[in-house]
């Protein structure tokens, strides 16, 4: 079965870094785009970037600071996060063909 499986979430100070995982299994990996979303308490879930087919998308909030990869030969999805802000404080799940991870929390503060 499908499972994606997050890691790299932590505390970090702002102006800080992350780099986030995920994990994939159960499907042809290296045929099907890849999504982070985020969502904080209070607020509704966000896309945070995407990859599918060469090309990438980002919210506008992350542009320029955050980068999203795969590397198709370890079935895996990163999110890699610089200057990071206290507004991206939430849990970042990564998705794909409809299925989410369980997600991995990402706090910054001071």
């Known amino acids: 079965q499908v499972q994606l499986v997050e890691s790299g979430g932590g505390l970090v100070q702002p102006g800080g870094s992350l780099r986030l995982s995920c994990a994939a299994s159960?499907?042809?990996?290296?045929?099907?785009?890849m999504s982070w979303y985020r969502q904080a308490p209070g607020k509704e879930r966000e896309l945070v970037a995407a990859?599918?087919?060469?090309?990438?998308i980002y919210a506008d909030s992350v542009k320029g600071r955050f980068t999203i990869s795969r590397d198709n030969a370890k079935n895996t999805v990163y999110l890699q996060m610089n200057s990071l802000k206290p507004e991206d404080t939430a849990v970042y799940h990564c998705?794909?063909?409809?299925?989410w991870g369980q997600g991995t929390q990402v706090t910054v503060s001071s």
């Open positions: 998705t794909a063909i409809g299925f």
């Open positions: 159960g499907f042809s990996f290296s045929s099907y785009g």
């Open positions: 990859t599918t087919g060469g090309y990438t």
